[in-house]
């Protein structure tokens, strides 16, 4: 079946300029999450969705981060008047429930700002 | 927070030497998972983990739940050329969480 998919794959903006990120998890998972992956780094968890729970929006680096989940499938995430230190790759992964570890991830986003 | 140190941080072998790679924490995990990531992919899940002790194969992988619950190897055997990427450890708690490792870089000599 069809994997976690994510839109665009690639976004260059300049500095100031805000963007939006998509995400569409695998058909039937309730929980989706968003990471994001600096050159040569790990992964840093940023939010987390669950069904109709509030989010845990705790590792978003500051208030220019937002992300919503719209119908519990699709969800976009948000940066606000984009910084050079936000250039990275956002990662989107979803899994069958909260509790259940295994994460399915999508392609990734490459952000770059200028 | 819970912190994962993965090692080692790259790995140059040639093609058909086995590699070991393995995650250790200061902390307990209910649930070990390895990933491999290619360039310019998302992680891809390679096994998952769930009980301390438990060894699980995958082809030429295999991969460890420590005793302990506070470390997991993995072993590749044969190693071939699309075996070079990426490849991180993440542990699971009781909640949703995953704690990643910051990853190994394999590359492999044909």
């Known amino acids: 079946g069809a994997g976690v998919s994510q839109s665009p794959s690639n976004k260059v903006t300049e500095k100031g300029k805000d963007v939006e990120l998509r995400c569409d998890p695998i058909?039937?998972?309730?929980?989706l999450y968003w990471y994001r992956q600096s050159l040569g780094q790990g992964l840093e968890f940023l939010i987390y969705?669950?069904?109709?729970?509030?989010?845990?929006k705790s590792g978003l680096p500051s208030d220019r981060f937002s992300a919503e989940r719209t119908g519990g499938s699709v969800s976009t995430l948000t940066i606000q008047r984009t910084q050079q230190e936000d250039s990275a790759v956002y990662l989107c992964?979803?899994?069958?429930?909260?509790?259940?570890?295994?994460?399915?991830f999508g392609p990734g986003t490459r952000l770059t700002v200028l | 927070g819970q912190q994962l140190n993965q090692s080692p941080q790259s790995m140059f072998i040639q093609e058909g030497e086995d590699v070991s790679m393995n995650c250790t924490s200061s902390?307990?995990?209910?649930?070990w998972l390895w990933y491999k990531q290619d360039p310019g992919e998302g992680p891809v899940l390679l096994i998952a983990?769930?009980?301390?002790?438990e060894l699980t194969s995958n082809g030429r992988l295999t991969a460890q739940f420590g005793i302990t619950r506070k470390d997991s190897f993995l072993n590749i055997s044969a190693s071939i050329p699309s075996d070079v990427g990426i490849y991180f450890c993440?542990?699971?708690?009781?909640?949703?969480?995953?704690?990643f490792g910051k990853g190994t870089l394999l590359t492999v000599n044909p």
């Open positions: 992964a979803s899994s069958l429930a909260g509790g259940n570890n295994e994460q399915f």
């Open positions: 058909s039937g998972h309730t929980a």
């Open positions: 969705f669950q069904g109709n729970s509030a989010p845990d």
């Open positions: 902390s307990i995990f209910n649930t």
């Open positions: 983990l769930y009980k301390a002790g």
């Open positions: 993440a542990g699971g708690g009781s909640n949703y969480k995953l704690t």
